[in-house]
């Protein structure tokens, strides 16, 4: 992957839609001062940058219907383009974690499916390592998430079901401890035996705690969520079939105003009527949608690994190799967006702000990621008419991609541009 040179303190985006995301501005400017955002507003122009001797310097403007919004932020990936995140392998994860910001993820998750603990732990540690000598040249790593290994064997999925075992405290010290304070989530059924006290342990040390593969009544995930549970796990996906008299997981998790709510948007895992259903969550500000990409997502047809777990990319989905499960999304999360504006019918803004803020702030890194505003990275994407992912920029660098060579660039003041 190649990273163009930095831009200068004097460069200026402007595009007919500007979503940061909590305004959309028509049309909408942005300007940046090295890797940081220096100030965004409406208008064909910004005011002249006293600081630049009155200049506001090279204006680059998006080919009509073109649109700026916040890098993407997925909450729940596995890998991408052929690379497996979830393998404790440095390069699997470089790759993969590449292959997302091409897709314009500029910060991200490692999700860890059910493995071996010493596995998991390896993995941590090797997240833990990138963190700690972050790269622009990759997505802002966010922490680890640990999907498992304390989850339903009714309800596993594509999860490694050797490696599933009952909540313990000892084994999830031991996996904090390998992820040297960078865990940042971990999914688990608390209806298992020893779960209350797995979400009170991960409260305490400061870890979300996401409920799912899990087969939770009405009552056990109303509990685990006064226990502390924030965040429910690829909703309806590897869950109690809700029923109208009892609900089960999934519409308790949707029903309750304090929960993130995460969702496959692909069109394969959730029905679009359930879906539809779920994105009004959106209106609340709790709907993320996410990708659970793996390996087999955005590569040829063909054989690959999630974890220990064989899977397949056959005919426009993703399978385990023995076709009994969903083995991973079918798009990364730009193909998620753009899906719930065409098929589900959100608003441009509800979409970005399901693939930005909402992760961010379910994540706990509002303040760094997830939107548009002074003083933060450059991180953002420029989406074509057809909401596809012309161009990326992560901590002010352009990610080289032959779209952006459609914008116009140009160095003339306000009063030049009126005089033509």
């Known amino acids: 992957m190649t990273i163009a040179t930095p831009l200068g303190p004097e460069m200026v985006l402007v595009a007919d839609e500007l979503i940061t995301p909590t305004h959309t501005l028509r049309p909408g400017w942005i300007r940046l001062s090295g890797r940081r955002i220096d100030a965004v507003g409406t208008g064909t122009h910004p005011p002249p940058d006293a600081a630049a001797g009155g200049s506001h310097g090279h204006v680059t403007r998006m080919p009509t219907g073109w649109r700026i919004i916040p890098g993407l932020v997925d909450m729940h990936v596995h890998g991408a383009g052929g690379w497996d995140m979830s393998a404790p392998d440095r390069r699997q994860i470089v790759e993969g974690a590449s292959a997302l910001l091409r897709a314009g993820v500029t910060t991200t998750v490692v999700t860890l499916i059910t493995a071996p603990v010493a596995e998991l732990e390896a993995s941590a540690d090797l997240v833990a390592g990138l963190m700690s000598d972050p790269s622009p040249e990759l997505p802002r790593f966010a922490g680890t998430h640990f999907e ?166 056959h005919g426009g989905s993703v399978q385990t190799a023995d076709g009994m499960s969903l083995g991973g999304g079918n798009v990364t999360l730009d193909g998620a967006l753009r899906r719930a504006v065409t098929e589900l019918g959100m608003t441009l803004q509800q979409a970005v702000t399901a693939a930005t803020w909402v992760p961010a702030n379910a994540l706990g890194v509002s303040q760094i990621a997830g939107e548009l505003v002074t003083g933060r990275d450059a991180d953002l994407c420029v989406l074509d008419s057809e909401l596809r992912v012309a161009g990326v920029m992560r901590a002010g660098r352009w990610l080289s991609d032959p779209d952006i060579s459609l914008a116009v660039t140009s160095s003339v003041t306000p009063e030049q541009e009126r005089d033509r």
């Open 148 to 313: 498992g290994p304390f989850l339903s064997h009714k309800y596993r999925g594509a999860h490694h079901v050797p490696s599933l075992q009952l909540p313990d405290r000892t084994v999830l010290t031991r996996l904090l401890e390998a992820g040297r304070g960078t865990v940042r989530m971990c999914t688990l059924a608390p209806e298992l035996p020893g779960g209350p006290e797995i979400v009170r342990l991960l409260v305490d040390r400061g870890v979300i705690a996401a409920m799912g593969h899990t087969g939770a009544s009405l009552d056990q995930t109303r509990q685990a969520i006064e226990q502390g549970v924030t965040v429910g796990t690829h909703l309806f996906n590897g869950m109690r079939r809700p029923h109208h008299r009892e609900p089960g997981p999934a519409f308790t998790l949707l029903d309750d105003e304090s929960v993130t709510v995460e969702l496959i948007n692909d069109g394969l895992h959730v029905h679009p009527t359930a879906a539809r259903i779920a994105s009004r969550a959106s209106a609340e500000g709790r709907l993320a949608l996410i990708s659970d990409a793996v390996a087999a997502t955005n590569a040829p047809e063909g054989h690959y690994k999630l974890g220990r777990v064989d899977i397949r990319n």
